[in-house]
């Protein structure tokens, strides 16, 4: 079977093409990009962009343990929707992901389950008790991607190091969810003038970027390969700023909401507006965007962490941290950054495929002759409205119910079947 993706607008960041030009399509594979092209089926992509299928590096599935709120069989429906062909998850699971065993569980569900590919990381520590290592020669033999103890960070620089070392000699890139607990203390968002008012428990900035700090400091001490999840403040932009400066082996993500909201949404106690790092202030967004635009925040990942609205339909000190975000997240992207003008689409549409890919050296990003086909059609014009009861994720926790965005995805093929297609 042959498909031909026709009138779009093709973007490929790996191979900087930006033109119109047709999409051919031949089993699990791209043919050829030209035109006037043909096929058995035809797509008419008129006014639509034609891009890789996005890549998320940073996703919660839940599986095994909290399907409740999400299996790698709905996150890969809710992902497809929004764009995306490829995704990492985290491992902080119950059990979690910090063996080969639970690594080949991962990848056996994806295989029956997911209409995606799903990439699995795995714990950096066994339990994620930020104390023992675990194997990792092992664990990228049956197929992780990264390592990682994201939720929570290890508090042992000794540990770390060791970590590092021996991430670095598996030839796997280290994810640092960076927080030194010790600040936090029960908080529960931004610590400033909002929580005073408020009266609720402050999360300093300053947890987040000492702890991103040191692993730049670790990364420039071992030689090893880090990346820094979800920065959140202006100060941590600036810390990776300096070390990429240095040659330290550092790269970095933000999240849709780092760079949409401030911690003025948590005025009316929403716990759809409570994830952790929290939300900062406008001079923090201010900086994200800067770092989107010249290089220092390396990629866009979504944080995607769904809970069920009885875990978040409590007090707002007590609601788990965490948004869902695979849906929303192009429409954020094109709505608050591409059509401001702050980036153009081609560097948009970049820090969504081929960034993310080459940061964990993944197989996806990029539309190239043999490659997979793994494409996204979206329309950068289209309006819609954030409807959660909507969503395919099994979660509907979101602070962007009801927002008008711009950028709606059309069709998702992922190696040439449909992952998704608009009704």
Known sequence: ???????????DPASNTSAPLDVLIIGDRIARLGTDLRG?????????IVCPGLVDIHVHFREPGFESKETIATGSQAAARGGFTSVVTMPN???P???????????RRARETACIKVWPAAAATKGRAGAEMTEMAELKAVGAVAVTDDGSDIASSWVLRRCLEYADMCGLTYLGHCEDASLVQGGAMNAGLNSTKLGLSGMPKAMEEIAVARLVRLAKLTGAKVHVCHVSSAGSVEIVRWAKARGIRVTCETAPHYFTLTDDAV???????KMNPPLREAEDVAAIKEGLQDGAIDCIATDHAPHTPTEKDVEFDYAPFGIVGLETSLGLVVTELVEPGLLTMEQAIRLMTWAPAQILDLPAGKLAQDGPADVTVFDPH???TVAPEAFL??????????????????ATLC???????EA
């Open 1 to 11: 079977m042959s498909v031909v993706i026709k009138n779009g607008h093709v973007i």
């Open 40 to 48: 058995s089926e035809e797509i008419d992509a008129t006014g639509c």
């Open 93 to 95: 699971t119950e059990p």
């Open 97 to 107: 992901i910090d063996n080969g065993g639970m690594v080949e569980f991962v990848n």
């Open 267 to 273: 005025t009316t106690f929403d716990t759809n507006a």
């Open 382 to 384: 289209a309006e819609w």
């Open 393 to 410: 994720s099994r979660s509907r926790n979101t602070p962007f119910a009801g927002r008008v965005l711009r950028g709606r995805v059309k």
């Open 415 to 421: 190696d040439g079947r449909f992952a998704y297609r």
